[in-house]
């Protein structure tokens, strides 16, 4: 690929973090602070002390770095990182601001070629970034797959589809001439999560980008590997110099971005409790922010639904990416006429699961990312039994020798969930289907809101008049019928209640980090 002239500073687009990657070494042995004073041309230590705010990545024991990189498969250390220092952030937040100068007054083709030119790169390295997911967060080789080809999808639609998005809109008003016109903000903040290390970035920044903003990414501390490929993906395409910055900061440096007003907006993905610290840092700087927080999805099956769809598309959707989905099918509520035999037939396919090494192309499930995430559902599951579910396979984590190192948990299913459990109410984070019976489709609706998430849903019936009433009265933000919920590019993708606000993909998405402005 030929280099575009606006990558003429290549060599300084993402310096500081870029000499930090040359910098770390395997085995316990991770980059020095002078890596970071070196390409700041600051004389202090950077501190490699982390915030103990509720914000803070939890991560595995036996590492003292503060962004430790782990083979969940085999519990080793891949690398470890020290954070940037003050001076370095601020280093980059300047350019992210000159870049945001760079980008508003980029002409729109060129964005359209460079995004076309990253969905080209990704295709091409898909199988190395694949990889990459699978020795750094456990996700099954061939998802990750998936997960590239989706992202250069993504790419594609907006560099196809952006330019209409963003075309100004004429309103008839008692003026001679009256429009809306859609300008970029400023520089925007991302906080990223591990479980789509490369999906949640791709389809927040390309929109972002497209729009002629600039960005700053802040990923989770469990795959600071994948964010470095991330950076570098984007130092090969054509866009103005750091026009897309990735940090390594602590959770104090976060909340300063987000209060620094040179930072025109704050997307967050993960947690509803770190989320609402989030949105009190975003508001109280009246910062335009948006959420995509926990879910409970409800995946529900009537009487008269293609029992086989139903079993393949859930499990399908429960064990996506080892259970570590937001909008996994987490509690299966099925009418009671078919409650059993649904069980039974749940109960085949769900031993049916390959669990194993996640490089291995046949393995469905491979570990959770990290022991702490694994020890959290251990403990949701045992809670549900004494609580009085039934356990009807799995329900622990595994002895065998090939899983000792690792953090694998079973492939669960428990059964006979009731309102009055914690199960039923909570998001389990790992391979564990909780199954509720209802007795008819309005009651299904009413078990299925009773929930304090609202991210997304699914309904099977084979009458899609019924099932379509179902999904438009579940309280979420996705709703799908005869299918699993999933995100695309072309489709607003975000939730209600406590599953956040706000919408990425789509126009919705696009236009989330824009000003609307009306002209008279």
């Not at 520089?187 to 999560?193: L, R, S, V």
């Not at 509803?272 to 700087?285: D, F, H, L, P, Y």
Request: aromatic residues 8%; glycine residues 8%; hydrophobic residues 40%.
């Amino acid at each position: 690929m030929a280099p575009h002239a606006m990558n003429r500073h290549i060599a300084n687009n993402n310096s500081i973090l870029f000499n930090l990657q040359q910098n770390v070494f395997h085995h316990r042995q991770f980059a020095t602070s002078q890596s970071l004073l070196n390409s700041s041309g600051d004389g202090q230590n950077t501190s490699s002390s982390s915030s103990s705010s509720s914000a803070s990545d939890s991560s595995s024991e036996g590492s003292s770095a503060p962004i430790t990189s782990y083979n969940p498969h085999t519990g080793e250390i891949i690398a470890e990182y020290n954070f940037m220092n003050q001076k370095a952030t601020e280093i980059c937040m300047s350019r992210s601001v000159d870049a945001f100068q760079d980008m508003r007054r980029f002409p729109m083709e060129k964005r359209e070629a460079a995004v076309r030119e990253l969905a080209a790169l990704l295709r091409e390295k898909k199988d190395e970034f694949a990889e990459l997911m699978a020795t750094e967060m456990g996700k099954p080789i061939q998802q990750g797959v998936g997960e590239i080809l989706k992202c250069a999808e993504c790419c594609e639609y907006f560099a196809d589809n952006a330019r209409d998005m963003l075309k100004e809109k004429i309103v008839k008003t008692d003026a001679s001439v009256s429009k809306i016109i859609y300008q970029p903000r400023g520089p925007i903040f991302q906080i990223a999560p591990f479980n789509f290390p490369f999906w949640q970035v791709i389809r927040f920044v390309v929109p972002v980008l497209m729009a002629g903003n600039s960005a700053l990414i802040r990923h989770s501390h469990s795959v600071p590997k994948c964010a470095l490929a991330i950076a570098e993906l984007f130092e090969q395409i054509s866009l103005p110099e750091n026009a897309l910055q990735v940090l390594f900061v602590d959770n104090e440096t976060v909340s300063k971005i987000i209060a620094d007003p040179r930072v025109q907006g704050v997307a967050f993905t993960g947690s509803t409790e770190v989320g609402s610290v989030i949105a009190a840092q975003a508001g109280r700087n009246i910062k335009k922010h948006v959420l995509e927080l926990g879910g409970s999805d409800p995946f529900i099956v009537l009487k008269d639904a293609d029992m086989d769809l139903a079993i393949s598309q859930g499990v399908a959707s429960r064990i996506l990416n080892n259970g570590q989905s937001c909008i996994g099918a987490k509690r299966f509520i099925i009418e009671e006429d078919i409650y059993d035999e649904f069980l039974e037939r749940l109960k085949v396919k769900v031993e049916e699961l390959k669990m194993g090494d996640p490089l291995q192309n046949n393995t469905n499930v491979g570990p959770l990312a990290r022991g702490d995430l694994r020890n959290k559902l251990s403990v949701q599951v045992e809670d549900a039994l004494e609580e009085g579910a039934r356990l009807v396979t799995g329900g622990g984590i595994p002895s065998d020798d090939e899983f000792k190192t690792g953090f694998y948990y079973t492939p669960t299913v428990l059964a006979d969930i009731g309102s009055g459990m914690r199960v039923f109410y909570e998001e389990l984070f790992g391979p564990v289907i909780s199954v509720i019976k209802c007795r008819d489709a309005d009651h299904a609706i009413e078990l299925a809101n009773m929930n304090e998430y609202g991210l997304g849903g699914a309904v099977f019936s084979q009458d899609i008049e019924k099932a379509t009433y179902v999904a438009e009265e579940l309280q979420c933000g996705m709703a799908f019928v005869n299918g699993l919920t999933k995100s695309a590019p072309q489709l607003a993708f975000g939730g209600v209640k406590r599953s956040g606000y706000g919408k990425e993909c789509g126009s919705e998405g696009l236009l989330e980090f824009v000003n609307q402005k009306a002209v008279w």
